[in-house]
């Protein structure tokens, strides 16, 4: 079946390192791909999108590019801050479903 | 605009009572979307509706949780009679029309804690 994985968390990071937030997908056909955020006490924003292959989706500093091949969407940012901190989720979404399909979440803190 | 606003925030009830939460998508959106969230289980869809018609409830728990959408502006999920397992965080979200590439909005939550 359809279904998105992620890495396990917490991350934990320095303020200023690099993030990476691996997500994988398994998919019959291809679908939408976004990163959804959640910060304490809030519900998920969406925070970037692709809709097909090679595509890459970026906002406030963060870049995920569609890998149909290694069927990846891992997200990135070149220099975290502390409020960056959060719960980050990948999900997919096909045409033909209204439902999108999340991963289970990867906590993400960041000490200055 | 105004997101996706849910009542109340929090919601503290004894095991037996009837709990009902309440959603208001935003405005032009065609579909809404209950959501629980646990740190057992995560995010787990529980029903969604496209035009005010309940179209996937195959992930409501049981028949204690039932769920409403009277008109466009306004949808209720209650649970009757509630027990400590129901404790959660539910959300409801809304979207446009089926385009896969649309986002769903999500509300703040509701903070339910059944003692």
């Known amino acids: 079946g359809n279904s998105v994985t992620q890495m396990e968390g917490p991350v934990t990071l320095s303020e200023e390192a690099f993030l990476t937030i691996n997500c994988t997908y398994t998919?019959?056909?291809?679908?939408?791909l976004f990163w959804y955020v959640q910060y304490p006490g809030e519900g998920l924003q969406l925070l970037l999108k692709?809709?097909?292959?090679?595509d890459k989706g970026s906002n406030k500093g963060f870049e995920a590019t569609y890998r149909k091949e290694t069927t990846s969407f891992h997200l990135e940012k070149g220099s975290v801050q502390v409020s960056d901190s959060a719960v980050y989720f990948c999900?997919?979404?096909?045409?033909?479903?209204?439902?999108?399909?999340f991963g289970t979440g990867t906590r993400l803190q960041v000490f200055p | 605009d105004a997101g996706v606003i849910q009542s109340p925030r929090h919601e503290v009830t004894e095991m037996g009572q009837e709990v009902t939460l309440r959603c208001k998508p935003i405005?032009?959106?065609?579909?809404l979307f209950w959501y629980r969230q646990t740190m057992m289980r995560g995010l787990e869809l529980l029903i969604y509706?496209?035009?005010?018609?309940?179209?996937?409830d195959s992930g409501m728990p049981e028949d204690r949780f039932s769920a409403k959408m009277p008109n466009a502006s306004f949808s209720t999920l209650k649970i009757q009679p509630s027990e400590p397992r129901d404790s959660a965080v539910y959300f409801c979200?809304?979207?446009?029309?089926?385009?896969?590439?649309?986002?769903?909005?999500f509300g703040d939550g509701t903070r339910l804690s059944i003692l």
């Open positions: 979200a809304s979207s446009l029309a089926a385009f896969s590439n649309q986002p769903q909005h």
């Open positions: 998919a019959t056909g291809y679908p939408s």
């Open positions: 692709a809709t097909k292959a090679d």
């Open positions: 999900a997919l979404r096909f045409k033909n479903t209204d439902k999108l399909i």
């Open positions: 405005s032009g959106h065609d579909y």
């Open positions: 509706f496209n035009n005010n018609v309940p179209i996937d």
